[in-house]
T-cell receptor
Framework: AQSVTQPDIHITVSEGASLELRCNYS??????LFWYVQSPGQGLQLLLK??????LVQGIKGFEAEFKRSQSSFNLRKPSVHWSDAAEYFC????????FGAGTTVTVRA | DSGVTQTPKHLITATGQRVTLRCSPR?????VYWYQQSLDQGLQFLIQ???????AKGNILERFSAQQFPDLHSELNLSSLELGDSALYFC????????????????FGPGTRLTVL
């Protein structure tokens, strides 16, 4: 069965500081991996995805993620956080049926 | 803006009632997916349609049903509503189903917030 674990429910980070959100997955085959962001009252916006190839994936808004098969991880990073990055972030795995983690809420303090 | 539209944005109804949620996929996308986001269950896959045919089912209750029409828009019907059905319902679409049943990136709509009183 496929599943995703996001160990951090809530992270607070200062504006301008770096951010790393953890994601561990369980999947039987080569995974399709995604990070989505949900701002309050909004839908899910795709940040980036990994299907195959280069394990370091660049996304929108300055985000990147690294796929590590040996650790079953797909952590999301951003070198310098902006106040507008405050949102809930979801890691997902799967193909036609996506399994989502519980989400990590990011708070950005001035 | 993902290009996926959902109506209505908000829906308030009473227990026992029936509602229909509507989704229009991105232009050219053949697959439509429905997800439910609730506080206790998180984001859960309900069902997928591909070019009018049901392709996959997740944890969808028997009281819920969906269909995809020839113009590719989809509707999710929820009946005999219970308080626990209150949630945000997302529709997503993707271009196609790839070989071996694997699919392309899913783009999500803004969701319909259903409140059952």
């Amino acid at each position: 069965a496929q599943s995703v674990t996001q160990p951090d429910i809530h992270i607070t980070v200062s504006e301008g500081a770096s951010l790393e959100l953890r994601c561990n997955y369980s999947y039987g085959a080569t995974p399709y991996l995604f990070w989505y962001v949900q701002s309050p009252g909004q839908g899910l916006q795709l940040l980036l995805k990994y299907f195959s190839g280069d394990t370091l994936v660049q996304g929108i808004k300055g985000f990147e993620a690294e796929f590590k098969r040996s650790q079953s991880s797909f952590n999301l990073r951003k070198p310098s956080v902006h106040w507008s990055d405050a949102a809930e972030y979801f890691c997902a795995v799967g193909d036609y049926k996506l399994s989502f983690g519980a989400g990590t809420t990011v708070t950005v303090r001035a | 803006d993902s290009g996926v539209t959902q109506t209505p944005k908000h829906l308030i109804t009473a227990t026992g009632q029936r509602v229909t949620l509507r989704c229009s996929p991105r232009s050219g996308d053949l697959s439509v997916y429905w997800y439910q986001q609730s506080l206790d269950q998180g984001l859960q896959f309900l069902i997928q349609y591909y070019n009018g045919e049901e392709r996959a089912k997740g944890n969808i209750l028997e009281r819920f049903s969906a269909q995809q029409f020839p113009d590719l828009h989809s509707e999710l019907n929820l009946s005999s509503l219970e308080l626990g059905d209150s949630a945000l319902y997302f529709c997503a679409s993707s271009p196609s189903t790839l070989a071996g049943g694997r699919t392309d990136t899913q783009y999500f709509g803004p969701g319909t917030r259903l409140t059952v009183l």
